[in-house]
């Protein structure tokens, strides 16, 4: 594994918290927005899909409880 760099870890750290720092209050509210709007979006595809009895969704379901179960194995 390659070592990594100091400065660069230590600007990593500090991350979204520097991000944020140096936004106005504008950006601060467009970033939340848009991440607000992108998770009700993945909660409206779910229930579009369950609503509408999705046969690919139940195949995910089976998976998902197959796997669980070999997990317990």
């Given amino acids: 594994m390659t070592p990594k760099n100091p400065a660069a870890v230590a ?9 944020v720092q140096n936004q106005t209050a504008k950006q601060r509210s467009d970033s939340a927005r848009r991440a607000a709007e992108a998770r009700w979006a993945k909660t409206e595809k779910l229930v579009a899909e369950i609503t509408s009895g999705s046969k690919e969704l139940l195949k995910k379901t089976q998976a998902a409880a197959r796997r669980k179960r070999a997990k317990k194995k």
């Fill in 11 to 19: 600007l990593g750290r500090r991350g979204g918290k520097a991000r």
